[in-house]
């Protein structure tokens, strides 16, 4: 038998990857090194759902006074202190990646904060210039934000860059329609931002329940949103003094990368290239014809996993034409001692999937017990204002299989209402008319989060709709139309 430094290497050191690690030490008893060259808890804890979450947080305050006052409170609305809730923001991350490296090094795991790369099936090269072998390789590098292929998209910023601002800008103009354009479009308002989204499809959150998106889109037009779908970027550049279009300058071929620096500094951008491209006010040309300029640009166009110059075709392992590793249902590529989980493989990317695929991989790899990852009927929420919780298969979807019912109510919330806001939420059951079965639920409303993770249980368990109709409503409550609905909408 070989001897290696390791039973397991794991490369990356996000949620998926440390779960993993610290499982395999501490309850296989392995002996396990993992690599990280950039921050301890991934695209999650540093740069994703939990400093996103804190913003949604923060930009939820911005309506509060006025619901307040209606209530019989004398409140007014203050400003919005950016660089104080920063510099909060990042002690708690800074707290957080200091958890994850405890719990790595309580579980015995040693730790090499470089990048590591394949050399053979059983060897990762360290940007370090050490070599380690290991019995089993574990891949958990997540993914990453892209830009478009278009001159001048240095110019914009990714939603990691988002975190680093050193002020919030003015205006802002975010291309994109999935749920991380949307969130931010919100978060950013809320926070005081003047916001105008473009996405080149017909509705936004594409993928989603029909019904619930379009509510989620008229709602954030509604709070002063300014989105435009249908609509794409085509040309952008840095914006003349007088923001009246571009700086003539020559073409992107002609103009050297310390040229189009010059030129980016000279009109009040700032480069850095540790945490992504820091611009000044930049003018946009849309699909329809329409040039303005804004003082940032996001792109929020996709992510691709981190999977490029890892050596891994050279070992023989399969990826796909985005790069996403191809792996089989027990998350082992086409190489037998190497595996690979979370957004790298590109199959389910959210973190507490990557985190169950992780403990999957133990079982299967340390513990002799083979375990799949059910990757159906996973709940997940999209943070915007107001937030959809989902579960199953959307109205659209559902009808494709099979003849549904759909039991839907939209309404005012009592909150809100007595406030005299229009808000509305909507509460909605896609059931099968064949054998009852609830095939997805979909919630948009406040807290809708909160709500879709119970419901999802229950989905989850085969529950039918006369299950639902049997559980008493808790009252009163928005909760509590998902259990009162007793004719159908429609059938489709």
Known sequence: M????????????????VRAARVAAGEAGARVALAEDDRYGGTCVIRGCVPKKLMVFASEFSGTADVANAYGWNMTSGSFDWSGFRSRLNTELDRLEDVYRSLLKNSGVETFDARATLKDKHTVALSTGETKTAKTILIATGGRPVRPDLPNADLGIVSDDIFHLDTLPKSILIIGGGYIACE?????????VQVTQYYRGAQILRGFDD????LIAEAMRDRGIELHTGTNIVQMGPASDDHSGPVPTASDAAMGASAQQEEIMAYGGVKDDAQGDRTGPVWVKSTNGREQVFDAVL????RDPNSTDMGLEEVGIEVGRRGEILVDEYSKTAVDSVYAI???TNRVNLTPVAIREGMAFVETAFKDNPTAVDHSLIPSAVFTQPE????????????????????CTSFRPMRTAFAGKPDRVLMKLVVSKANRTVLGCHI???DAGEMIQLAGVAIKMGATKEDFDRTVAVHPTMSEEIVTMRTPMRTA
């Not at 931010?184 to 005081?192: E, S, V």
């Not at 579960?391 to 099979?402: C, F, I, M, N, T």
């Open 342 to 344: 979370g957004d790298v």
């Open 444 to 446: 948009v409303a406040p």
């Open 299 to 302: 792109f929020a166009t996709g």
């Open 388 to 407: 959809m919780g989902t579960v199953g298969l959307s109205e659209e979807d559902a009808r494709e299989k099979e003849e549904v019912e759909v039991y």
């Open 184 to 192: 931010f479009a919100c978060i950013l308002h809320g926070l005081g």
């Open 2 to 17: 070989a001897d290696y430094d390791y039973d397991l290497f794991v490369i990356g050191g996000g949620s998926g990857g």
């Open 211 to 214: 019904e619930a998106r379009g």
